[in-house]
């Protein structure tokens, strides 16, 4: 992200030129040429000549982190998953949107509005609620999140979670 205007060659020889050189001196069978170094190519770039763009600041950034569900497998009873949300903008976020459904089958599918108070760098915990209509078997559950605070987000592709659940024919057992 720092030199988006610069070619892949070009990263890649700054990559190649500025890895640390492991094994045998200069590039061999084993190491190739070296385990990369991110910070060393990127000041290779400078030295190169090449001033980097500074990163982008969004004011409204939500990442959807993680979706989480009560335990697996399930058996045929309530489903009841839930979202891991963090703000990774420079504001606070007051609301999102939530979309969540399962691929292939119709009708189970959900849409609502999150609200609260989520400083920068802080995380939320979203309930989805129970969702009961899952017949036994593999599905996979969609979620995104989008519209903080109202707004476009522009990093918009850190916000969908897909997870696969497998639901069991059998009955609960009581501990």
């Known amino acids: 992200e720092a030199f988006p205007y610069l ?3 070009t990263i890649l020889l700054a990559l ?5 050189d492991l094994g045998d001196e200069g590039e061999d069978n084993v190491y190739g040429n070296g385990l990369i170094d991110v910070f060393a190519a990127y000041e290779y ?4 000549g090449h001033d980097p763009v500074p990163p982008v600041s969004a004011e409204n950034d939500i990442v959807l982190v993680e979706l ?3 335990n697996t497998p399930y058996c045929l009873q309530a489903f009841s998953p839930s979202i891991t949300v963090q703000n990774a903008g420079i504001d606070t976020v007051y609301s999102f949107t939530v979309n969540y459904h399962f691929k292939n089958l119709e009708g189970i599918q959900n849409t609502f509005l999150w609200e609260g108070e989520l400083p920068p760098g802080h995380i939320v915990h979203v309930p989805l609620g129970a969702i009961n209509e899952l017949q036994a078997g593999l599905h996979t559950m969609i979620a995104e ?5 109202g707004q476009e987000d522009l990093r918009h592709l850190n916000n969908r979670f897909k997870k696969r659940v497998e639901i069991l024919d059998l ?3 009581e501990a």
């Open 45 to 48: 770039l400078i030295n190169q």
């Open 7 to 9: 070619d892949a060659e």
């Open 16 to 20: 190649y030129f500025s890895a640390v």
């Open 145 to 149: 999140i989008s519209d903080p605070n």
């Open 171 to 173: 009955e609960t057992i």
């Open 68 to 70: 989480i569900s009560q």
